[in-house]
């Protein structure tokens, strides 16, 4: 397992580095890392058996299925996704009280809410007037949301203070930091009108790029879907502006959010080889 440890650190490590610098991580990067993992899978499978490849297509397909929720819903981009379809392969899915998926994500949820955070209150700061006025306005609209994760966090705290179970202690962490998650959430569709908004040419658009708003050219009807444009849109677009309709676009960004599965994997590794989850287990 190590090997695929230090893989994974290596990745995420890069990966990090170009979502700071282009918001964009390679599919090459993402692809090559998938495959690795798979290889890595299969070659340790002949020393620890066929379950050990079992476990890592396991861990794929659900974490490939709750990064394509968040994907479809506007909330990841296709980077993400293919990252974390790899750390599922990576971690694998063990049918045993110490599931380190569920692990992984707990720490996703604790690295995510100070990570965000930390980044938010910077921009936040910078830009208060403007920042207390929008989120004044979207908490409003999703107050009930918030209400009700706010109370599922109360509950989870206490079952938390109440079990030594290590599915129920994960389970029981990200529900707890749900109304943060949820905070940040706000906090930055707060910010998206300030400093997550820029206008690109048409020719430096990207796969996975989200539109601010719906583009009209003489009749021409372009949505701005929540998963960001494909490559067939980006291919139509290009077309409008060889045919001088369209120069550039207005296109929603956000803050890198690849650091995170970095420090919540880095976290996972404490948690494990501290020895903490064979105590739990």
């Known amino acids: 397992m190590i090997y695929l440890y230090v893989l994974g650190l290596l990745v995420l490590v890069l990966a990090s580095i170009f979502d700071f610098r282009s918001r964009e991580v390679p599919d090459t990067l993402s692809y090559s890392f ?8 299969i070659l340790f499978s002949l020393k620890f058996g066929f379950s050990f490849l079992v476990e890592g297509f ?23 996704v293919k ?48 920042f207390k006025r929008n989120f004044s306005h979207h908490l409003k609209k999703r107050i009930f949301l918030f209400m009700f994760s706010l109370a599922l966090s109360v509950v989870s ?17 990200i529900l707890a930091v749900l109304p943060v998650l949820l905070a940040i959430f706000i906090a930055s569709k707060s910010l998206e009108s300030i400093c997550f908004r820029k206008t690109v040419s048409v020719d430096e658009l990207t796969e996975g790029d989200w ?37 550039s676009v207005e296109i929603r960004t956000g803050m890198p959010f690849v650091p995170v599965f970095l420090f919540a994997f880095i976290l996972f590794l404490l948690v494990e080889f501290s020895g903490v989850l064979v105590l739990l287990c």
């Open 83 to 130: 990252l974390l379809i790899g750390i599922g392969g990576l971690l694998g899915l063990k049918l045993s009280l110490f599931n380190p998926i569920i692990v992984f994500l707990a720490c996703v949820a604790v690295a995510g809410a100070v990570y965000g955070i930390a980044f938010i209150v910077v921009l936040a700061l910078t830009h208060l007037a403007d």
């Open 58 to 80: 396991a861990g794929m397909l659900v974490l490939a299925a709750f990064s394509l929720i968040l994907f479809y819903s506007g909330q990841w981009g296709g980077g993400d």
């Open 211 to 247: 539109l601010t708003k719906p583009i009209e050219v003489e009749g021409f009807k372009f949505k701005a879907k929540k998963e960001g444009l494909y490559k067939k849109d980006i291919e139509k677009l290009k077309g409008l502006k060889r045919k001088g309709l369209l120069e």
């Open 34 to 41: 998938i495959a690795c993992v798979i290889a890595l899978r």
């Open 157 to 173: 705290i206490f079952a938390l203070l109440q079990t030594e179970d290590p599915l129920m202690i994960s389970a029981s962490v």
